[in-house]
């Protein structure tokens, strides 16, 4: 306890206590409080490094099972990536074919994230964290997908009889009228240029005025008469649905309009020697999103294997064509 100070007072002639002015008072009782507070703190601190509290323990304890049950998602995304995998091979070899869908397609669906958009967490919390979240945002662009696909093949599913007979699927023309071997498709050495070009249909030769038949349910999206001497000549474009158009080159009259329905076998026009022709002949085409492909490929329903496999041994490059639009040089 601090001594108490004295001090004579000549009125009283007595000795009284020497009193602090109040604001010292303050001061010392806010300094004396402060120190208490340090010491506190470093104190606590001391003891927090030097020994291991129940708190400490009980906050470890959690840490350890929240890491366990972190380890434990991340097996069972792991296992569920597998499923979904599964799901995709079916979609993509027996669903999709089943209804002449090509394998969907989606743009940085399989792209992952910079591992720098993860790091957000202490380097042993990331190693968990980070991971499992990477992993289940690769699932969620592989459900969104596989959703999308599911959403096509629904539709796919409810117009199967329309798509059945829209698809290109028999002959443009009367196989009796069909004169020579069928022009090949594709990358070929064209006997008149001498290098490889690019065809985009393939060739029927017969006589002028043969008939052309629609080969699948659509309805006429173009019509041209086109350049004498150049290019597709008269010509028609059908639009079948489900991606499907077809192209009839090269006539020499056409019967339908644009926006005009036909169906499958329906008469639409005449073989001719139009546009950039050296005879008669239809040149046919069977385009599938966008892209050219194989019209032999789609005439199954109207032949035997045997035949089938006929035909494309002996299609073969045919000189009925110029080159112009219709076909593109591949250099060599």
Do not use: C
Not at 32 to 52: K, P, T
Not at 285 to 295: A, W
Request: charged residues 25%; without cysteine.
């Amino acid at each position: 306890m601090a001594k108490k100070e004295y001090i004579f007072n000549p009125s009283t002639l007595a000795y009284e206590p020497v009193r602090q002015p109040e604001r010292l008072r303050r001061f010392v009782m806010v300094r004396r409080g402060v120190l208490f507070f340090i010491a506190a703190a470093v104190v606590n601190l001391v003891y927090s490094f030097g020994f291991y509290t129940p708190k400490m323990k009980n906050l470890e304890k959690q840490r350890r099972e929240i890491l366990g049950r972190y380890e434990v998602l991340s097996e069972r995304i792991g296992s569920m990536e597998g499923t979904i995998g599964e799901i995709a091979q079916r979609d993509n070899n027996v669903y999709r074919p089943l209804f002449g869908a090509d394998t969907l397609s989606v743009e940085g669906v399989y792209t992952p994230f910079a591992t720098d958009f993860y790091d957000h967490y202490s380097e042993d919390w990331q190693r968990v964290v980070g991971s499992v979240w990477q992993q289940l945002d690769g699932q969620t662009r592989l459900l969104y997908r596989q959703s999308l696909s599911l959403d096509q093949l629904q539709v796919l599913s409810k117009d199967k009889e329309k798509m059945a007979a829209s698809i290109p699927a028999i002959w443009p023309i009367n196989r009796k009228d069909l004169r020579g071997p069928i022009g090949a498709y594709g990358r070929r050495l064209h006997p008149i240029y001498k290098r490889y070009i690019h065809h985009k249909g393939i060739d029927f030769g017969g006589r002028r005025g043969d008939p052309i038949y629609a080969t699948g349910n659509g309805v006429v999206s173009h019509t041209e008469k086109g350049l004498r001497r150049k290019g597709y000549g008269q010509q028609i474009v059908i639009d079948h649905g489900f991606g499907y158009k077809t192209r009839y080159a090269h006539l020499n009259e056409r019967l339908v309009k644009k926006g005009q329905e036909v169906k499958r076998g329906e008469l639409i026009g005449y073989m001719g020697n139009t546009g950039g022709s050296t005879g008669p002949h239809l040149h046919y085409e069977v385009i599938y999103m966008g892209r050219d492909v194989d019209p032999i490929n789609y005439f199954r329903r109207d032949m035997s294997e045997a035949e089938f496999e006929r035909i494309i041994s002996s299609a073969k490059a045919t000189t009925f064509e110029t080159l112009d639009n219709n076909e593109s040089s591949v250099n060599e």
